[in-house]
């Protein structure tokens, strides 16, 4: 493994895999760029830097096994085990937490996560004669051009329809489709959000201390976040609900030439999208 302490680049784009790059398993010729980043995104949402006893882990619980797969064979390291009600992917040893530390250095969005990898790095950097320096937050990020967004998607977003009533239409209500974030402590990335879709709400979630939650019901915002996602796709089951999400934004725009009460597949969308909050 080619040991190095920081870049040798200047960073000129928002997520920098050099050193990864250098140090990747020896049965994998190149890297998967939007993988990586896709990646990053989807570890702030749901993993985990654990240290037990000056000893590193990093775990990701899942209750869709497949992903987990799909994280280890483009990694090409780390273990995945099932459970009873949920599956684990972990990493433990020193050389493959050393690679992660590679993929997630200067590259990480937000301030938990950051804070626990510092924790994670200096922990490390204690028990191991050849440091690597922290290389700081990233703070180049935008959600353009990279798949951060849809693997924090994966990790904590919704795609959710709620019924209104409305006597006026055929069917006695309206649909209003949501674009649905939780997320703790962090409310600025949801202000970054809300300037990339034009549009959204934020508010706080009572039930928990520093919960904030970022809802958009607009068709355009909606279009947006469409047309980011056929770019930069989704990998979990969340795709399904974001392809029937897609499909009905379609007939809402054309609802005059469409009209839903002879429609089967949209109803049994509308069914299946309601209340489809994690």
Partial sequence: MNKMGSSETIRKTTFNFYDYKKNIVSHKKTINKHFLEWFIGFSEGDGSFIVSNNRLFFIINQ??????????SNLGFGKVSKYKTYSRFIVADKTNIDRLIYIFNGNLILNKTNAHFMVWLNTRNNTCLFKI????????????????????IDAQG??????IKDEKCSLKYRVRLRFIIDEKNEKWIFYKLKE?????????????ENMFRFTSTSIKSHEKLVEYLNTFSLRTFKKISFV????????????KTLPWEKQSKVLKTIKNLIENIK
């Fill in 133 to 152: 320096q922290y290389l700081n937050k990233n703070e180049f990020f935008d959600f353009k051009n990279n798949s951060w967004l849809s693997g924090f």
């Fill in 63 to 72: 209750k869709e096994e497949k992903i987990l797969h799909i994280i280890r």
């Fill in 244 to 255: 029937r999400f897609t499909r009905l934004i379609y007939y809402i725009k054309n609802r």
């Fill in 158 to 163: 919704c795609f959710n329809v709620i019924k």
């Fill in 196 to 208: 990339f879709l034009n549009s959204g709400v934020i508010s706080t979630l009572k039930q928990t």
